[in-house]
């Protein structure tokens, strides 16, 4: 029977066979949408070589996907990518630059 380390240290990400962090969860959650997704179309009547093929493909599908993703962004890049589209491009500055610094005095009243 094989041992699988998990975790190798305090403060070191979550890693399983070279998934680290996020990926873990994606992962997971892809295997048990897939799952879920075989279970309704076999109690629907779909021939059960389709569900097995739509198993296998998505299975097969989803470990590619979710390593290709783990080799290019690394640890940390899906949210990186995530907070890129978040920011703005550019600000857009459409009050004259004396609007600026013009000290409006109903606002520092007591």
Do not use: D
């Not at 097995?52 to 690394?74: A, C, E, M, P, R």
């Amino acid at each position: 029977m094989n041992i699988y380390n998990i975790n190798k240290g305090i403060g070191r990400t979550v890693e399983f066979k070279g998934l680290k962090a996020q990926y873990l969860f994606v992962f997971a959650g892809g295997l048990l949408g897939i799952l879920l997704l075989i279970m309704i179309l076999y109690m629907t009547g779909v021939n059960s070589y389709l569900c097995l093929f739509i198993g296998i493909g998505g299975g097969s599908l989803l470990v590619w996907q979710t390593f290709s993703l783990n080799k290019k962004y690394g640890e940390h890049g899906l949210m990186k990518k995530a907070a890129t589209k978040r920011h703005p491009r550019y600000i857009i500055c459409r009050k004259p630059v004396y609007r600026y610094f013009k000290f409006n005095s109903k606002l520092y009243q007591l």
